[in-house]
Structures are given as structure tokens and as C-alpha cells.
């Protein structure tokens, strides 16, 4: 077969197809009168309008679901989107509950020091991370009448001493390290004194040099003894775990646990001065007056 007979039977089967589906249209209008030829014309076509219509049908389908597809597809983007800011703010309110409890406990501690202490609330902004036991950054320095020699607390305890200052900052020896000793005592025998000592390898302490013969066992609480000169007396240090021979025999030894938690430091006390007791009494007026 030519291109040019391919032609004409491609013109032949429109004109059918034109002319077939005009007879539809005037079947479907007259009701009444049925016309033999139309009808066959229908029958012939139904299967190719069926074929037709589902394909129709079908990709209209097809679209359908892809729109839809994409909708869910930027809903469960936005979704996941509003999940993570839900969280981040959760995650920023329950630090600021935290913040906040710590701020309640040092103010708490600060007042109820007030009539010993002259106490400076500091934040910390860093931390030696060459050696976590060794030394931390406050944020309060010179300026603020900060200098080397004060002790550093927070409501738990002790945590060491300012060696270093600049007009905005202090550098804090903690007592973990092996250079911080600490004159110390048990507060359930003021009678044993000995000295604390740090490792600068691990969160306990060595209260060392303990005679032999001194009651000492665990559970039993140790503060400064305020004999060093450095630390006033009185403030907590840790609590014994465990008491050890030292090498020889003649002297023992105590593990103590800080009761200071130095891996969440984040806010602490710096004891600017040491009231005397003319001021303390002069603080109690003070007191007295306020709640009169």
C-alpha cells in the first residue's frame, strides 16, 4: 500500500467517524424514531467511547492522585518543619525552668549567707578543655571588685578559688585539682582535721594524712576547717565513701564525693568578703529593721 492509498483510507475512516457520530446525536435527540443505521453506527463505536472513556477516566485519576501526592508531600514538610520548632522551644522552656530553679537556689543560699558573706553572683563562660578538673571562666572580674584569693561556692558547696582576673572575667582553681588543697575537717568530729586534696584525672577527692586511729568512716561529711587561711570554715565539701590505709600503715586515707556537681557548674557564688563580727551584728540590725 502507497503513502498517498494510506492517506485516502485515513481521510475515508474521519468522514466515517464524523458522520456516524452526527446520526448519534440525532438518534439521542428523537426519542421516537428509531434509525436502523445509527444504532448499528452505535454499537460499532461503544467498545472504542468505552475504551475512550476509561482512559479519560483514568488519567484524570492519575492527576488526581499526583496533586494530591504533592499536597501531602508540603503538608508533612510543613509538619515536620512545625515539629522541630515545637521541640526547640520545649527543649528553650524547660532550660529556662532549669535556669530558673538554679537562680532560685543560689538567691536562696545568698540570703541566707548574708550575714557572713558578701556574695557576688557570677555566670560560667568556659572551661579548661584540655583538663575538665582543672580550672573554669566566670564572667565577673575586676571591675566588679573581683580578685585572686576568693572563694568560689554555690548552694551545694565548695568549688575552689579565683587565681587569675581581668576587668571582665576570673579564672576559678577548682578543688579538684591537685594544686587546690583544702584544709578540712568532719563536721561530725571537730576533732579531725586533715587536708583535701584533688587528682586533676577524676570528679573525688582525697581527704590524706588522716591518723590512723582517728574515727573516721563513710557517709560522714567534711567541710573547710578554715585553718589554711584561704577558705572560711564551715562550708561543705563532700562526704566520705571510703577510707583507706596510706602506704606504710601509720596515716589513712578518705575518698570523699564532692557534693558540688562540676560537670553542670553553670552559675556560682564568689565570696567577695568575709563579714566580721561587728558587721554581722550590724547586718542583724539591718534584718531586724527590714522586718520590723
Do not use: C
Amino acid at each position: 500500500m502507497t503513502k498517498k492509498q494510506k492517506v485516502i483510507i485515513s481521510l475515508v475512516l474521519v468522514v466515517i467517524f464524523y458522520f456516524a457520530f452526527k446520526i448519534m446525536v440525532i438518534t439521542s435527540r428523537e426519542e421516537t424514531t428509531v434509525l436502523p443505521l445509527g444504532g448499528v453506527v452505535r454499537e460499532i463505536i461503544a467498545p472504542i467511547q468505552k475504551g475512550i472513556t476509561w482512559i479519560t477516566a483514568s488519567l484524570n485519576d492519575v492527576v488526581v492522585y499526583f496533586n494530591d501526592n504533592r499536597f501531602l508531600r508540603q503538608q508533612n514538610k510543613e509538619m515536620a518543619e512545625k515539629i522541630v520548632r515545637l521541640e526547640e522551644e520545649v527543649y528553650s522552656l524547660k532550660e529556662q525552668e532549669l535556669e530558673n530553679q538554679r537562680l532560685l537556689l543560689l538567691l536562696e543560699y545568698k540570703e541566707e549567707k548574708t550575714e557572713n558573706y558578701d556574695l557576688a553572683m557570677a555566670k560560667v563562660i568556659g572551661r579548661n578543655h584540655a583538663n575538665w578538673y582543672e580550672t573554669l571562666l566566670v564572667n565577673q572580674g575586676s571591675k566588679q571588685g573581683i580578685w585572686p584569693g576568693m572563694v568560689v561556692v554555690n548552694h551545694d558547696g565548695l568549688i575552689g578559688r579565683i587565681i587569675n582576673v581581668t576587668p571582665n572575667t576570673a579564672e576559678v582553681l577548682l578543688i579538684l585539682d591537685r594544686e587546690g588543697a583544702v584544709g578540712a575537717r568532719i563536721f561530725e568530729n571537730r576533732h579531725t582535721p586533715g587536708v583535701v586534696v584533688g587528682t586533676s584525672k577524676s570528679q573525688y577527692l582525697q581527704m590524706i594524712h588522716l591518723p590512723h586511729d582517728l574515727p573516721i568512716e563513710p557517709n560522714q561529711t567534711v567541710v573547710t576547717s578554715g585553718l589554711s587561711g584561704v577558705y572560711p570554715p564551715g562550708i561543705r565539701i563532700g562526704k566520705v565513701i571510703e577510707v583507706l590505709p596510706e602506704p606504710g600503715g601509720l596515716m589513712k586515707r578518705a575518698t570523699l564525693k564532692p557534693f558540688v556537681d562540676f560537670f553542670r557548674l553553670e552559675e556560682v557564688l564568689i565570696i567577695k568578703k568575709v563579714k566580721t563580727p561587728e558587721e554581722k551584728i550590724v547586718s542583724e540590725e539591718e534584718s531586724v529593721v527590714e522586718n520590723a
